[in-house]
């Protein structure tokens, strides 16, 4: 096979444009950061000079400076008017004067709004949903964490329960089902009802998904780690009883979703509800089909574990998020979505290709060549129901990007959107003939992977609960620990993955020139692996400041807070009075 004229390839060229992409955006970012740093550099030499020059003043000089300040700060007494009379304002028209109370070293982002009223059993449904999707996103990215460290280290431990093989699996089973999956439920908990205009139609049915799925995901992690397995696939490695109690719990908060949108007192259902509710639907159906004992086997269970990772991340995961976007992103910038239709064609656009993209994980493999075709035409497909939503979500954000710089919650949306588009459509140039050659067997699609699931999914969902948790709560995150958390995340996410596609080229390349062997392209990864280490230890930090976040967010303790406004103060002091006359 030619290798030399890689540059020419559409699959090599499309993904060196949407690597340009992030990169560009984050080095935009980088310059304006560098440039106040730049700045205030500049500033503090010039000080430096300045206060010399101060110190060696003549007297005269001191003088002359006087007597121009004295110039300068003459001015009408501004009663020539009004007279002597103290000014008084009866109405209470001016107010809130001097509302700088503190050193601003960062900018002071926007407050959120407590929702008027959410019924409080709901609120405490939908933060226990929150609760244990933070647990489980910091227990599997620490065990991700320690797989990584394992490339890096192969020898670090010999416990069978802690082998590479066994953690991997729990590591992507806890993130999937415990993390994405809880979040994603609990949000739909606020979500639909609030679409829909009605309440819930059973909170306790919220409490069951939430102990199956908790029990699914606990139960799956200890038998993965005790080496029972269902021997299949990725993400399937759960044994069937254990995978039910997640598919159980979906289906009873399927119905109770249902019941609640059959009651609602809007004209249409709101295109969220859509994307939520097939979502659902679509992962009882993938399920049954990847757990069906007639398909365990034989080339037909490699195309059913095609057809089921991507319907896991394509219609579980993306689905879901997609349609909580279509909520919260026009509640954030306060206007409606730039068009509901392209939202609708985005919809039947991605049930009709992503459904049909499984094969794309089996290129060049003993499928039927028009399958593999199949999976690669949909692949391509792909770009419109793509290019319609990031479409959509930009054209909302179009007149409001002054929102961005004064929001801590619209910055993780933004991200999601652009690795939505680049993560996904990155997918679509690796399902090429010529780019899967070099890359399929390489760690590439690990790398896309993390664009995609972490990317996408987790830095919406970050969005998401940083919006939702103060309106609950009427409590706010600290503002520096969520700029690190932002921070830490993507520039981990950035360390872990583009290193990896470089050398994951590199590998491929090298494989099928043919000339080296298998371990010398082992030793060729070494460096690559190691900064995934360093940007996945970037990223677990930022998991630790969420869930710290999180914490301050639903903590119960009271705020300390000292009176300030005239009202607070009276109020206070009739508190006070009447605490000392009944003592
Ligand atoms: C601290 C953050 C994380 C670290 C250090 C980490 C590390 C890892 C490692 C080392 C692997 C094994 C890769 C291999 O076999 O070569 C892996 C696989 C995977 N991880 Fe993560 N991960 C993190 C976060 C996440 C999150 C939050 C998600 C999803 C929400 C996720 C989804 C996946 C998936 C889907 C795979 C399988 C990749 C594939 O087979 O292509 N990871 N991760
Ligand atoms: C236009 C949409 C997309 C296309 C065409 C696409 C294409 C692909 C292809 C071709 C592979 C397999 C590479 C190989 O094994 O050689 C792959 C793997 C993967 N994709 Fe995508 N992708 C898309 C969007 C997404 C999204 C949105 C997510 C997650 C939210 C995602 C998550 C994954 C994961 C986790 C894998 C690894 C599966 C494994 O373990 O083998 N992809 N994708």
Redesign the pocket.
């Known amino acids: 096979m030619e290798t030399k004229n890689i540059f020419s390839e559409s699959g090599i060229i499309i993904t060196l444009l949407l690597i340009a992409i992030p990169v560009i955006v984050a080095s935009i970012l980088v310059i304006i950061k560098a440039k106040n740093v730049l700045k205030n550099f500049l500033k503090k030499k010039e000080l430096e000079k300045f206060n010399e020059y101060l110190k060696n003043l003549s007297p005269e000089e001191v003088k002359k400076i006087e007597q121009r300040k004295k110039e300068l700060e003459f001015s009408l007494s501004n009663n020539e008017l009004a007279g002597d009379m103290t000014p008084i304002d009866a109405k209470g028209l001016i107010d809130n004067v001097s509302e700088a109370s503190s050193l601003r070293f960062i900018e002071q982002k926007k407050k959120s709004q407590a929702r008027p009223y959410i019924e409080p059993d709901l609120t405490k449904l939908i933060l226990w949903y929150l609760g244990c999707a933070t647990f489980w996103?910091l227990f599997?990215?620490?065990v991700?964490?320690y797989?990584?460290i394992?490339?890096v280290a192969p020898d670090v431990d010999h416990y069978s329960w802690l082998s590479?093989g066994r953690l991997?699996p729990v590591?992507?089973n806890a993130?999937?089902w415990g993390?994405?999956s809880l979040a994603m439920l609990g949000l739909a908990y606020y979500v639909i009802p609030r679409v829909s205009n009605v309440p819930i139609a059973s909170i306790k049915t919220g409490y069951r998904t939430l102990i199956l799925v908790n029990a699914s995901v606990i139960l799956g992690s200890l038998f993965l780690m005790a080496g029972i397995n269902n021997g299949g696939g990725?993400?399937r490695e759960y044994i069937w009883p254990v995978m039910a109690l997640f598919g159980i719990g979906v289906i009873i908060s399927l119905r109770n979703f249902y019941k609640t949108i059959a009651k609602r007192t809007t004209k249409e259902i709101y295109v969220s509800n859509w994307y939520i509710i097939s979502a659902m639907m679509f992962l009882l159906v993938i399920a049954v089909i990847a757990y069906w004992p007639s398909w365990q086997n034989g080339l037909g269970e490699t195309i059913i574990q095609g057809y089921y990772m991507h319907q896991g991340?394509g219609m579980w995961f993306m689905l879901f998020n997609l349609g909580l976007m279509y909520y919260f992103l026009p509640q954030q910038l306060n206007k409606p979505i730039y068009s509901y239709s392209l939202g609708i064609l985005a919809f039947w656009v991605q049930i009709l290709f992503y459904t049909l993209i499984g094969t794309h994980h089996f290129i060049f493999s003993a499928i039927p060549w028009w399958l593999q075709t199949v999976a690669i035409v949909g692949s391509a497909g792909m770009i419109i129901p793509v290019v319609a939503g990031t479409t959509n979500f930009l054209m909302t954000f179009k007149g409001s990007w002054h929102k961005l710089s004064g929001s801590y919650t619209l910055p993780f949306y933004l991200i999601g959107i652009i690795f939505y588009f680049t993560g996904s459509l990155q997918g679509t140039a690796e399902a090429f003939k010529f780019t899967n050659l070099i890359w399929h067997f390489t760690?590439f699609?690990?790398a896309?992977?993390?664009l995609t699931?972490?990317g996408i999914?987790?830095f919406m969902l970050w969005g998401f609960i940083y919006t939702v948790v103060p309106r609950l709560t009427g409590k706010e995150p600290p503002q520096i620990t969520v700029g690190a958390h932002f921070w830490l995340a993507l520039i981990?996410l950035l360390f872990?993955t583009f290193p990896l596609m470089y050398g994951s080229t590199l590998r491929g390349l090298m494989w099928m020139e043919g000339a080296k062997s298998f371990i010398e392209s082992v030793e060729l990864m070494a460096p690559y692996w190691l900064w995934?280490?360093i940007?996945?230890?970037l990223?677990?930090l930022s998991?630790i400041l969420f869930a710290y976040n999180f914490y301050v967010m639903v903590k119960k303790k009271v705020e300390i807070e000292i009176p300030s406004s005239p009202k607070d103060i009276l109020n206070a002091k009739v508190e006070l009075d009447n605490q000392e006359v009944t003592n």
């Open positions: 996103l599997g990215t620490t991700g964490e797989v990584g394992k490339f590479f991997r590591h992507t993130v999937f993390w994405a990725e993400y991340v760690d699609t690990v896309h992977s993390h699931m972490y999914i987790c981990g872990y995934r280490a940007g996945g230890s990223m677990w998991h």
